[in-house]
């Protein structure tokens, strides 16, 4: 079956350096993954989408890459700040199908 | 407003109990879903719709209902809530054209079955 895996439960930083977040999938090839943000009791909020034929994806302090040969995407926050603490989602979809959700990982960024 | 509004946000209810949950969008989009969130086990999707006159089951349709009523309302309903159903209900939307494909989601019901 399909599946979509992030690494870490959670994951503790300190303010000011760059935190790495993974995202590995097995078993297809997705057309496109997407990373979201979600805080406590909110509903997710899109960040970035990167296609199979991008290897990366830039947006201010935010940088996603994906390697097709590794089966895997990278999240980066640059400058980490108190306020990026929160959980990250990545997902999937592959042709016509409703998104697939890995089960996030928790950001602490520590002042 | 919010663009995906959903209502009840809180909702505590026993055993046995018919419960809908209800979701509306004035993104003008056409498809749209309902997503349960449990600790630890992330989203998962229910049903989701991709226009009006379309239903599909999800990954855990099992013991709930959907319908769409309208391109800008789509509803849950649980028969007969039992307590394994406790969780946090998501609804999104989509837009067919969009060459993104992301998500808008609403800020989420959360449902306590006693």
């Known amino acids: 079956s399909q599946k979509i895996e992030q690494n870490s439960e959670a994951l503790n930083i300190q303010e000011g350096k760059t935190a790495t977040l993974t995202c590995n999938y097995t078993n297809y090839s997705p057309a496109y993954l997407q990373w979201y943000r979600q805080d406590p009791g909110r509903g997710p909020v899109f960040l970035l989408l990167?296609?199979?034929?991008?290897k990366e994806k830039r947006k201010e302090r935010l940088k996603v890459t994906f390697d097709t040969t590794l089966k895997q995407s990278l999240f980066h926050i640059t400058a980490s700040q108190p306020a990026d603490s929160a959980t990250y989602l990545c997902a999937y979809e592959s042709g016509n199908t409703p998104l697939v959700f890995g089960k996030g990982t928790r950001l602490s960024v520590i002042a | 407003d919010a663009d995906v509004t959903q209502t009840p946000r809180n909702r505590i209810t026993k055993t046995g109990k018919r419960i809908m949950l209800e979701c509306s969008q004035t993104k003008g989009h056409d498809r749209m879903y309902w997503y349960r969130q449990d600790p630890g086990l992330g989203l998962r999707l229910i049903y989701y719709s991709f226009d009006v006159k379309d239903i599909n089951k999800g990954e855990i349709s099992d013991g709930y209902s959907v319908s769409r009523q309208a391109q800008a309302k789509f509803s849950l309903s649980l028969e007969s809530a039992i307590p394994n159903q406790t969780a946090l209900y998501f609804c999104?939307?989509?837009?067919?054209?969009?060459?993104?494909?992301?998500?808008?989601f609403g800020e989420g019901s959360r449902l306590t079955v006693l």
């Open positions: 990167i296609r199979e034929n991008e």
């Open positions: 999104a939307t989509s837009d067919l054209t969009a060459t993104k494909g992301e998500l808008f």
